[in-house]
């Protein structure tokens, strides 16, 4: 690798996090006894990617949609499969047998926490909108969801518009949450009549003058429901969305004026449902069993209220476990599945019984537990840089500053690397303030910091796997480079920058190989925070991923798992980065693949016309300009011609380089 400038070595503090990681080979090339089992240990693959992700033994990253049913497809085959379909990278794959999965098992785990305790009533759910909108996903997910009579959480009249379109299942929930205008509460109320099951959710509490003038307006009632603020906290980046400032829903006292407001109405019998939500990606089940027995406690006294009820809704909040740590941390949870079921249906079963109620039917809006798994982003590396390990030949008249760090260099050993490295570090910045004092010339100093990289390197490949002292660590991330992807982390994965998510990020293939280093990886944007420089380490955070050199003429492949969720609506235009090509991709029925759905990345000229910018009016003022400059003579008429050739291919291709 070419040098560049070299930065100070980092804090040690900064990367105690790193820990002893395996042994990293030189060069690219695969280190002895290296396995297979070593690289899903390496990447935590066993651990978040089960049942949906494996290795097989080309090194390739499999998928396994349907989980442990049977089916797998190789990922870099079915990259380089639907390459030859003209579907460039960076591109957006989405397992459709994957959302069907994750939708059978949230069912199948409240079926048996059901079973197992004996609750009389039924589980009901429905997916929030907001967390994937694209229609194919909302489609497949209703379609599935039918026998289920699954519904859908509108948070907007635009969702409400297509949950209403596409909910024909008379039995299916349509949960309206979110701000609500007189239009929004009427078109509730218009849709019962049409024979869906829209229930308006009372967040704050002058909706229920709107519900109640709607209703008298128009002879009939939607189906109420109430939001209540409860007083357990929640835990991680969402915790404050909850407790006495929540955003939305009604304390105690507010939930008496609006009973007591319905009951004058003539309203109380269509108040049906209690909703409370306690945060997104709830990482400790303490949390949820607490706001549980709250809200259980509330439905209770409800009833004892005169209010028919009969539908619990629990909110979102079902967590992914991104690390497979299995703890309560950010990127992690400390409960499966069945234990989230588990939990939800005994805490209520055990607040009802007592009271002789018929338990309610259970509702949740488990998105990102429903999503998240479903797509995975692959994008190429499109190079990389760092810093030299190679030493400058010797020079007559060399300054004693660089004669220094050669004898250094000349002198490491594995008995004085602590030493060598106190030197090197010594000699560096001798050299930096003779520098700036006029003392040595360019040529000295760029020798100085090229001996000084290769004292760097010599030193980390002698280090043992463990007992490393920190700062000697921080060396090995010294040495780090910067990879740079063809993506943009602002559309495809906002929220790695937005909220510091964590997505599990890997190389999908070369994993019979060791890594040979450590990397991060730059954007295509012109933006500092355009980076993924966090990566998943088993409950933990790393700042930089075990990466193979890369291989001149060969692609680099690495794919951002666990993103189905938010991140596609979320994603913006920061320098003009559109969205990326888009598959859907099913399992057939002999074997292999199908296509079921092709959405095509934003070129450059849609992107410019989000921004008002008009494609053909940019061409016709560079052609002027061109005119011009051939009149001027600046510009030849063949020059001219493929400069208009290449502006108007520009204008038809992805916002992403081609390769």
């Known amino acids: 690798m070419a040098p560049i400038s070299p930065a100070a070595v980092p804090d040690p503090e900064a990367f105690a996090c790193l820990g002893d990681s395996p042994a990293v080979a030189d060069a690219g090339s695969p280190s002895p006894g290296w396995s297979l089992a070593d690289s899903l240990r390496l990447y935590g693959l066993e651990r978040w990617g089960d049942p ?181 906290r929640s835990t991680g980046h969402w915790g404050s969305s909850v407790g006495e400032r929540a955003k939305f829903g009604l304390s105690v006292p507010d939930l008496l004026t609006a009973v007591e407001a319905l009951r004058q109405a003539g309203l109380l019998a269509d108040l049906r449902l209690l909703h409370f939500h306690v945060g997104s990606q709830i990482n400790d089940i303490a949390v949820l069993k607490d706001a549980l027995q709250e809200a259980a406690q509330l439905y209770v006294q409800l009833c004892g209220l005169g209010a028919s009820m009969g539908y619990l809704d629990v909110g979102g909040g079902l967590g992914v476990d991104y690390d497979g740590s299995r703890t309560a941390t950010a990127a992690s949870t400390n409960y499966s599945l069945q234990n989230y079921a588990n939990d939800v249906v005994a805490t209520v079963r055990e607040c009802c019984e007592p009271h002789g109620l018929q338990p309610p039917t259970l509702v949740s809006e488990s998105g990102r537990a429903i999503a998240s798994h479903f797509s995975v982003l692959v994008f ?54 003779a520098f700036r004092l006029g003392y040595l010339t360019i040529q000295d100093r760029a020798c100085a910091e090229q001996l000084y990289w290769a004292c760097c390197w010599a030193i980390s490949r002698q280090l043992p796997l463990t007992g490393v002292p920190d700062d000697l660590r921080a060396l090995q991330a010294g040495l780090a480079s910067t990879y740079y992807a063809n993506l943009s982390v602002f559309r495809s994965a906002p929220d790695t920058w937005a909220i510091d998510q964590l997505f599990p990020v890997m190389p999908i293939h070369r994993l019979n190989e060791a890594p040979a280093g450590l990397g991060s990886f730059a954007d295509l944007t012109c933006d500092s925070d355009g980076k993924l420089a966090r990566f998943i380490d088993a409950g933990q955070v790393k700042p930089l991923l075990e990466l193979h050199h890369l291989r001149p003429g060969e692609p680099y492949l690495i794919g951002l798992f666990l993103a189905g969720a938010y991140q596609e609506v979320m994603g913006n235009l920061h320098n003009l980065f559109g969205s990326t090509n888009a598959v859907n991709i099913r399992l057939a029925p002999g074997g292999g693949y199908q296509v079921d759905h092709v959405v095509r990345g934003d070129t450059n000229a849609e992107v410019l016309q989000a921004m008002e910018h008009d494609p053909s009016l940019l061409l016709e003022r560079l052609r002027l300009a061109s005119e011009v400059a051939i009149q001027s003579g600046g510009l030849g008429i063949a020059a001219a011609r493929r400069l208009m050739d290449h502006l108007e291919t520009s204008l038809r291709q992805t916002t992403y380089l081609q390769p």
């Open 380 to 433: 190429d590396v499109l190079g990389s840089s760092g810093v030299g390990d190679q030493a400058p030949p010797p020079q007559p008249g060399e300054q004693l500053i660089v004669r220094n760090l050669r004898e250094t260099l000349a002198g490491i050993n594995s008995e004085n690397l602590q030493e060598a490295w106190n030197d090197a570090r010594k000699f560096k910045e001798d050299a930096l303030a």
């Open 52 to 232: 949906y992700f494996s290795v097989n033994e080309r090194g390739h990253v499999i998928v396994q949609p349907r989980g442990d049913r049977g089916g797998a497809l190789d990922l870099v085959e079915l990259v380089e499969g639907l390459q030859g379909r003209d579907l460039s990278l960076p591109l957006l794959i989405r397992f459709d047998d994957i959302l069907e999965d994750r939708l059978e098992r949230l069912h199948a785990a409240f079926e048996r926490a059901i079973a197992q305790y004996g609750y009389s009533g039924r589980y009901q759910g429905v997916f929030p909108v907001k967390c994937n909108q694209q229609r194919h996903v909302v489609e497949q997910l209703v379609e599935t969801g039918r026998r289920w009579h699954f519904g859908l959480e509108a948070g907007s009249k635009a969702e409400l518009l297509i949950a209403l379109s596409l909910l024909e299942d008379p039995d299916a929930l349509l949960i309206c949450n979110g701000y609500k205008d007189r239009r929004y509460v009427e078109t509730a109320i218009l849709a019962r009549q049409l024979g869906r099951q829209p229930v308006v959710v009372i967040e704050q509490l002058d909706e229920v003058e709107r519900i109640i003038a709607a209703s008298r307006q128009l002879g009939a009632a939607p189906l109420i429901g109430v939001r209540a603020k409860l007083a357990t």
